[in-house]
């Protein structure tokens, strides 16, 4: 166990020096002094130390390839800070007036022009916190939009098995029955399934693409016409967009609405539960229904542009206290400005790449369910090595763990579609020579899972602590330390 910070204080102790004050001492009225207040006395140097040394327990994308299939976790440029920390974008507050924020409020304008153009739709909205905020989102337009057509009977909401969790939960919490679709052999959502659940019941159908097998749906084009003719609409969960910037737009497939997160393609950085941000992009169905404020621009008297708040006519409302995680716009806005869009097809042309990359060096070795098929940015393994029974997916996360990386996503595609599945995403940001080192790890652990199935089982060696409860972990968490006597 890595000791607390109060197990290095020794009494007396002092990390600063305090200046003499300047002002005259004055009195403290008693009862809000406390008799005794804890408190570590440290040196400076234990203190950075001590700090520094937690901040490298964890594994992160700053210290090592992190292909967390579905997460995008991919390297977040130093330019994206720069720009955040700029004072006039840092030290504004959401309550001034908007004569005095019209150039925070013309990056958002321009950040809700580039998402229109990169998804193919014509109007988005920046407030929702993240991706499953903007699904429900989408999600409360579609029911907005029958509802305003006075078509009342529309309570079902289709979801391919292959579907991140959050789907069918936002599905449910906007008050949808979810129909659950089966996939194909090929991975793609079964064309049967869908035609004999298609009827004036159906609020629309909720699909990822490529979705979380990693696979191009191959008939997305007809899924979202006969979703259309049966009167229903169709959302995309954007999740996966970084297989598809500058080369496929899903406004133009047929998708009505989807999500975006910017903290997976735009490189905003996530995880631990940071900041994460879900703008939805919509066509002209839905743009009326747009969650508001949203930044429009029109010419002031005497003729200069002026950005102004605006709330769409049939909007569902607000979804969230003022206007969005802004620092994340602008790290976002600063990505697609610093990329241009050549430079964001080569991002998903990259992403592709490297994942084909991984899967044709792993695919003797590992079994990938669709593996007949090239993957789009994310490929999906079975975490199971022939002649090595007893060793599950976990195993070989653990172990990857003491090679010095991340572990991919874990039993995900749900074990009754890839039973001990391993969705590796390894990103465009990965080198050559970085893919190689994981891809030989990946051979190395399958080697040891037959000689010696010991290592992987008790796997991490490496780490400070072994295997850890982690539903636990993230439902009951610990965010305080209890001070020893
Ligand atoms: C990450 C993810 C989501 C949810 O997005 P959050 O930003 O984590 O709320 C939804 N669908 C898919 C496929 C995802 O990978």
Known sequence: MEPLIFDLSVPGRKGIHLPEPDVPLADMPGELLRDSLPLPEVSQVDVTRHFTRLSQLNMAVDTTMYPLGSCTMKYNPRVNEDAARLTGFAAIHPLQDERTVQGAMYLMHELQKYLAEIAGMSAVSLQPAAGAQGEFTGILMMRAYHADRGDHKRTKMLIPDSAHGTNPASSAMAGLTVVELPSDKRGNVDLNALKANLD??????????????????????????????????????????????????????????????????????HGGGGPGSGPVAVNDKLKDFLPGPIVRVRESEDGEALCEWYTPPKSIGRMRAFHGNFGMLIRAYTYICVHGEAGLRAVSQHAVLNANYVQARLKGVYHFPHGER??????????????????????????????????????????????????????????????????????????????HPEWLKEAPHTAPLKRLDEVKAARELVLCCTIRD
């Open 200 to 269: 004036d019941t159906v609020c629309g159908l909720m699909i990822t693409n490529p979705n979380t097998f990693g696979m191009f749906e191959e008939h997305i084009e007809e899924v979202c016409q006969l979703v259309h003719e049966a009167g229903g609409l169709v959302y995309g969960d954007g999740a996966n967009m970084n297989a598809l910037l500058g080369i496929v737009k899903p406004g133009e497939i047929g998708f009505d609405v989807i999500h975006y997160n910017l903290h997976k393609t735009f490189s905003t950085p």
């Open 374 to 451: 090239f993957c789009m940015h994310e490929t999906c393994a079975q975490g199971k090595v022939e002649g090595a029974p007893e060793v599950v997916a976990l195993d070989i996360s653990k172990r990857l763990m003491d090679y010095g990386f991340h572990p991919p996503t874990n039993y995900f595609p749900l074990p009754k579609l890839v039973p001990e599945a391993l969705l590796i995403e390894p990103t465009e940001t990965e080198s050559k020579e970085t893919l190689d080192r994981f891809c030989d790890a990946m051979l190395r652990i399958a080697e040891e899972a037959r000689s």
